[in-house]
């Protein structure tokens, strides 16, 4: 009886809602890419990291994402089932298969889960022509092929999205949808990290940031 009296009162340990980085330092050998840097992805949230060319900021994002590891610091991640981590690239042309039309990138996530994908809803809430869906990258221009990696990012639906500088080379008007798009998702409870050289733009839709200097 006093084993279970006890066990009631011990706090059951508790599992990570977020992405958190505490103390992380890149290096590459006597090179300091950053160091001490703290930053913490939560749901609901939308947290940017700024910095100028050199400073680290698609290498903090890619140890984030998991894709990398630092050289010090930690870095904490909820336990995640398969496809709730995302990620919207600067170069679309970089992600997307140039042999499938822009029907099937969208669709990937749910061909991958099994599942069927209305293809024309999602291309209409991106801002996409349903016109363009049978089309190749090839034949359509870069915010063209972001609108269309952006639907994938929907179909796919993950907890967390990683977006590196997701608007560069995007139009004014393509740049200012795929935001919008993103702040939904974000309103809708998604963790969000925006790597971006645009200081209105973070300082506008973040309420966390993490700026990064060049290493001197």
Known sequence: MSYHSRASH??????????VGRGLEMRYGDTVVFTGVDVTVAPGHMTGVLGPSGSGKTTLLRVLAGLAEPSGGI????????????MLAQVPRTVANPRWPLRRIIAEPAAIGRRRCEVE????RVGLDVALLDRFPAQVSDGQLQRACLGRLLVQAPRFVFCDEPTSMLDP???RMVVDVLQRLVDDGTAMLLVSHNRPLIERRCDRVVELRRPS
């Open 121 to 124: 809803p999602v291309a209409e």
């Open 10 to 19: 011990t706090p059951a340990p508790t599992t990570p809602v977020s992405v």
């Open 75 to 86: 870095v904490e991640r909820p336990t995640l089932a398969p496809g709730a981590m995302g």
């Open 173 to 175: 008007v393509s740049a």
